[in-house]
């Protein structure tokens, strides 16, 4: 199977990186990992604790079938890939109240200091419609939702003042 691209969603080829290091993970061939399987993998792969393993595993699991799939294992890897650690310790680093979530206003604060794909500090109304687009439904922000956010700001450029 090496050197070899499996098709995703929507025809999109998954990379063999993604694929590799999936395979290394799964019974007989099948792409898919229970849910206790796949929070080992996201654990010894990336460095997460288990609290943040579960999060994560229940952001990308989009079907809310228990069960992770290469290709919901994609999506997380190309949002998180590498650098977990270093979202994990941005995370941390604006959960100023160390309750594991970030609130509105921690959000808010936190997130001044980030900028867009362009290097341009955010304005108050992207940081409130970013902060809009990952709460929970009790206005929270976990670290799965965090991920996604960081991810969509990585791609955003903000308007081009004149």
Same mark, same amino acid.
């Given at each position: ?15 063999? @990186? ?15 990992? =229970? =849910? ?49 650690? @270093? ?8 959960? =100023? ?25 955010? @304005? ?37 003042? =004149?």
């Amino acid at each position: 199977m090496a050197g070899r691209l499996t098709k995703g969603g929507r025809g999109r080829k998954i990379p063999q @990186e993604v694929i590799d290091l999936f395979d290394n993970y799964i019974d007989n061939n099948v792409r898919h990992l =229970k =849910k206790q399987d796949a929070v080992n993998m996201l654990m010894k792969e990336f460095g997460l604790t288990e609290i943040q393993a579960i999060q994560m595993f229940d952001t990308f699991d989009k079907d809310e079938n228990g069960v992770m799939s290469v290709w919901e294992f994609q999506q997380f890897y190309e949002t998180v890939g590498t650098s977990a650690q @270093e979202m994990v310790a941005k995370f941390q680093e604006m959960d =100023k109240d160390g309750s594991g979530q970030l609130d509105v206003d921690e959000a808010r604060e936190g997130l001044k200091s980030v900028s867009d794909a362009g290097g341009r500090p955010l @304005e108050d109304k992207e940081i409130d419609f970013f902060i809009k687009t990952v709460q929970n439904d009790d206005g929270l922000i976990d670290l799965g939702h965090f991920s996604n956010l960081l991810h969509r700001l990585k791609l955003y450029q903000g308007p081009v003042k =004149k």
